[in-house]
């Protein structure tokens, strides 16, 4: 048995690097079974029960669904667990002097620890982390929002999530017990989580752009594959984040390496029965996808300069970034890319993109109510979008109401088209929590311009502003008849009021290559977020996408093994005697 110094002496410095809690000098607790018998039993008592809950709400913060008849004793009785005294006697320390450092022994005994009479603070400077995300409580007692923000001003990264629940009650002791957690705060996972609950690992990278925008990228890791892998970058929509390809479609990858959703009746082979999230039937397909993120939003909100003009004066010129499948604004910015560095195609193979957006002319979309505010509004340079905690508390809270989520989807059908499908009671209110991110107002004008005009071209400053950027009045047309690539696939909705098939089919009327496939969805309701998030893409969409993936897949493969024999034959032959 470890002596008792030996035991029981440590404070929170220890504890970060040793679970096993062989530091500290006097425990501080209540046995077990005493706490077992005042949760049970007092705390279940008529007079006592409210007394004991009063006192913990005056330790953690008011919360009136804490006053659950089975939360309060099941607390109780799993609480007051053993810790060292010196852990309490630190945070004691942190209250009283303000600041978050080692234990403080006292003159004589710091200069004996630390080498320096005053106990050094913890150096949250040094913290490197990418993947931290905070979550605070407006009614925690113990965890203030100041002091998280003092905190938060120290840290030298960027947070995934920086989080005031919305709900003005939230305590401390709910994040753990919190029976309406569903609503409040376990539908708010970032990509790390999402990726995580079902499987995967995943990895962040930082990708600075050459105009100084530091875009968050995140890469799906399926761990138990062990084949080669083709890249394959996923690029979403307007007004959301790369979220968008991660909620829908519950799923686990099994250590054996099978993917499978609808609690385990949808079992995802590659072949004839495919799951219906892309991102994880991908990755478990063996692509090694990654997930990007547009300037703007919550994961790409950064600058190297980050001035007010630099951050948010951007259109669809600056956007094209590399895809190999796109959705909606994805799809915008990898026409403008191909259109204007047409060579680029070289390094695509292959282009899908779900509901193509170029054209507008004829979208039945409810946004065409907003263009009158195009000409009015034309020189802003601004964020678009409401704040994420707004967006969760409407979404998770507002959508999850019988009468009020009738009208959240109303109002998003009028934006993408109705479909049935799409009453999934869990879908609803998690689309509208993760909608509305922050984009340049240029992005939202040019589309505009798009609907006006019925053109696809750069942004248009207006005739005397149009000379000093492009040489002329007018605004030009972006030259999709340039692109060169071969290996384009189009997918298009029926229901779509932002995708309209004519809009659409203006498009490839003006390409000059032959796409591998231009497919309408074969389901008549479909609508322009159903590529992203519909429960049924299994049936009537991943089978072609990965047909086509496949198909040139093999087409790279069969080039390969040629480009080996011919190889071959220069280094084994006199290449004079074959004209090479």
């Known amino acids: 048995m470890k002596a008792w110094d030996n035991y029981w002496n440590y404070t929170l410095t220890e504890t970060a690097w040793d679970n096993y809690w062989n ?59 053993f810790v060292s005294s010196k852990i309490y006697l ?15 022994y006292g003159l004589k005994g710091n200069v004996a620890h630390y080498g320096q009479s005053r106990a050094p603070d913890y150096p949250l400077q040094q913290i490197q982390s990418q993947n931290m995300a905070f979550y605070k409580g407006n009614n925690d007692l113990l965890g203030d929002e100041t002091d998280i923000a003092i905190l938060v001003s120290k840290l030298q990264v960027n947070l995934l999530a920086d989080l005031l629940v919305p709900y003005t009650d939230y305590n401390h002791v709910d994040f753990g017990i919190q029976k309406h957690n569903n609503i409040y705060l376990n539908g708010y996972a970032f990509d790390p989580q999402s990726i995580k609950s079902r499987g ?80 994880f039937t991908l990755s478990s397909c063996g692509y090694d996808v990654w997930l990007g993120n547009t300037r703007g939003n919550r994961y790409s909100n950064t600058h190297q300069n980050p001035t007010w003009d630099k951050l948010w004066n951007y259109t669809f010129t600056e956007t094209a970034s590399i895809a190999y499948i796109g959705h909606s604004m994805g799809t915008t910015s990898m026409l403008t890319l191909l259109s204007l560095i047409p060579d680029f195609e070289r390094h695509i193979r292959p282009i899908i993109l779900l509901a193509p957006i170029a054209h507008l002319s004829n979208t039945g979309s409810i946004v065409r109510l907003f263009t009158p505010l195009v000409s009015i509004l034309h020189r802003l340079v601004a964020p678009l979008g409401l704040p994420q905690t707004l967006m969760r508390y409407i979404g998770q809270y507002l959508c999850t109401q019988p009468v009020i989520g009738s009208v959240c989807a109303a109002i998003v059908y009028e934006f993408v088209g109705y479909d049935s499908y799409a009453d999934d009671p869990d879908l609803m209110p998690t689309l509208v929590a993760k909608a509305l991110d922050n984009v340049s107002s240029k992005i939202y004008l040019q589309y505009g311009q798009f609907i006006l005009d019925g053109r696809f071209h750069e942004f248009d400053y207006g005739p005397e502003d149009n000379i000093g950027h492009y040489g002329q009045p007018m605004a030009p047309d972006y030259p999709v008849d340039k692109i060169r690539s071969k290996n384009m696939a189009f997918y298009v909705g029926n229901a779509d009021l932002l995708g309209d098939i004519t809009d659409v089919q203006k498009l490839v009327s003006r390409l000059r290559v032959k796409l591998l496939e231009d497919l309408l969805v074969p389901y008549a309701d479909w609508n322009h977020i ?18 086509v993936l496949d198909y040139v897949n093999a087409i790279d493969s069969y080039s390969t093994v040629l480009g080996n024999i011919f190889n071959t034959i220069n280094e084994n032959t006199d290449n004079t005697r074959y004209g090479l």
């Not at 083709?230 to 984040?241: D, G, I, M, N, V």
């Not at 992203?532 to 089978?543: E, F, I």
């Open 23 to 81: 530091y500290t000098l006097t425990e501080t607790g209540v046995p077990q079974f005493i706490m077992r018998f005042i949760g049970q039993y007092l705390c279940t008592a008529p007079v006592i029960g409210p007394i004991i809950a009063d006192f913990l709400d005056a330790s953690n913060g008011y919360d009136p669904y804490t006053d659950d008849p089975y939360a309060v004793p099941l607390l109780m009785a799993k609480g007051m667990q």
């Open 90 to 104: 630190q945070f004691g320390q942190f209250i009283l002097d303000a600041r978050f450092h080692q234990f403080d």
């Open 200 to 279: 995967f690992k995943y990895q962040k990278y930082k990708v600075t752009t050459d105009d100084g925008y530091n875009l968050g990228i995140f890469r799906i890791v399926n761990p138990y594959w062990r084949g080669e892998t083709k890249p394959l970058l996923l690029w979403h929509q307007l007004a959301f984040s790369s979220d968008i390809w991660l909620f829908s479609s519950p799923g686990y990858l099994s250590p054996n390496g099978v993917y499978s959703e609808q609690n385990g009746t949808l079992v995802n082979n590659c072949g004839n029965s495919l799951t219906s999230n892309i991102a």
């Open 530 to 547: 159903d590529f992203a998030v519909n429960k049924h893409t299994n049936r009537y969409l991943n089978g072609r996408v990965v047909g």
